[in-house]
């Protein structure tokens, strides 16, 4: 689960990183009375969207007086970020962040990942700050500094004063850097984050340290016991498709072809993927049923495919370990008695209770099109996909 920058910085904060002073607004003339609380007499305003390069984008404006922050919020409400990360969709700004400035005199990078190969928390900084670390990897790799921190005793004072060191940060900030480092450690394990970053980290021209941006990335399958951190979501932020299957406890994840696919299990929708992929067709998603579904699972997962109005065909592939074939097609059917569709439908079953499933599918009377195996059912998806296309085309150009 991603949060925003203000609500990393918030947490962060508490951790002893030290933030610059900064107030949410969510209309223009609240920004503007945030600038004249914040005080001074330059402010940047920042667009508040899962989502980084926010200021290659145009989403951090500087302005020098309230009007200005007023005018820089209200050209950022509604719009429609995108990013090099968001995909063409973008995000839409519905928040924005207004933070007095501060003069910078070194922009550092500082991340905290999960490294999956020695299985620690990783911090990994650089002193060519301001750059993604994609780009910091590419061009200036050898900048990069890498520690891992040992779970049982946690991270080290010295340890911390290393890095700051490796950074070649001045001595008298050296104390501020590796307290910083710390903080972010702390706020990582006691939160079940997976991902902390700031960047930049700079050291302002008085010489002291501040977090200028902050990402966290939490843990979802931590999040039942972390309520005061899975309040922080923001629904307006995720592909909509996805909240919902998750809030129906599926999991779902959109893509951009025009095939539904409702599978059992990760494993099974690569591979179903790769298929429908090779037999010339394009995924529109992919939803894992899990194991164990009811019937009513079943059709739940059906309805949210069919709500996507990418899907032009549906193949159902389930491999039936825990899960039952004959329960499977009984969602099918119900979903379609429901909500009949107008779309081609292959069905593949295979496992538990076979027989029975196929049998309740033949004597459904439904057009279902049925497959033995996955190459089979992709194969014959992705023709009744073309088939029904230009059925369509034709169509439209009788009328
Ligand atoms: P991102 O593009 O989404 O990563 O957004 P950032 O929060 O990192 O902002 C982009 C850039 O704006 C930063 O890398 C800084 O160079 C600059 N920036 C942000 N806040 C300040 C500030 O208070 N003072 C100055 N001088 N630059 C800032
Ligand atoms: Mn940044």
């Known amino acids: 689960m991603d949060i925003h920058e203000y609500q990393a910085k918030e947490i962060l904060s508490g951790f002893g990183v030290p933030v610059p002073r900064g107030g949410l607004a969510y209309s223009p003339e609240q920004a503007a009375y945030r600038a004249r609380e914040i005080g001074g007499s330059q402010w940047v305003v920042k667009a508040q969207v899962h989502t980084g390069g926010r200021g290659k984008a145009g989403g951090v404006k500087f302005c020098n007086d309230d009007h200005e922050v007023h005018d820089a919020a209200s050209e950022l409400f509604g719009k429609r970020l995108v990013t090099h990360q968001t995909g063409p969709e973008g995000k839409v700004v519905y928040r924005v962040f207004v933070e007095g400035t501060v003069p910078i ?70 104390q501020q850097v590796a307290e910083t480092i ?23 021209s008085e010489g002291s340290v501040m977090a200028l941006d902050a990402k966290m990335n939490f843990d979802d399958n931590a999040m039942f016991r972390r309520p005061n951190i899975s309040e922080l979501r923001d629904k ?44 010339g067709g394009e995924p529109a998603n992919f939803l894992d049923i899990g194991g164990g579904a009811t019937p009513e699972r079943v059709a739940k997962a059906f309805r949210l495919v069919m709500s996507d109005k990418n899907v032009e065909a549906i193949l159902v592939n389930i491999f039936a370990g825990i899960n039952r074939c004959d329960w499977v097609a009984e969602g099918v059917i119900k979903a379609l008695e429901e909500n009949p569709v107008n779309v081609p439908l292959v069905v593949r079953l295979a496992g538990t209770n076979v027989e029975e499933g196929r049998k309740i599918l033949a004597q459904s009377g439904l057009p279902i099109i049925r497959a033995a195996t996955l190459s089979e059912a992709a194969e014959r998806i992705v023709a009744a996909w073309q088939n029904d296309l230009k059925h369509n085309v034709k169509l439209v150009n009788a009328t």
Do not use: W
């Open 236 to 279: 307006s932020q995720e592909d909509p498709r996805e909240s919902q299957a998750a809030d129906r406890g599926l999991s779902y994840v959109g893509l951009d072809g025009n095939i539904g696919c409702i599978v059992n299990g990760a494993g099974l929708a690569m591979a179903t993927m790769d298929m429908i992929k090779q037999s």
């Open 182 to 204: 710390i903080g972010c450690y702390r706020a990582f394990r006691d939160l079940d984050a997976t991902m902390v970053e700031i960047n930049p980290l700079v050291i302002t």
């Open 105 to 174: 005199e070194r922009e550092l990078y500082l991340g905290l990942v999960l490294d999956r190969k020695t299985e620690r928390i990783m911090v990994v900084a650089s002193a060519a700050g301001g750059m993604e670390i994609e780009e910091i990897a590419e061009t200036e790799p050898d900048t990069i500094i890498r520690s891992v921190i040992e779970p049982a005793v946690g991270i080290q004072a010295f340890q911390a004063r290393e890095i700051a060191f490796g950074l070649g940060i001045e001595p008298a900030q050296v």
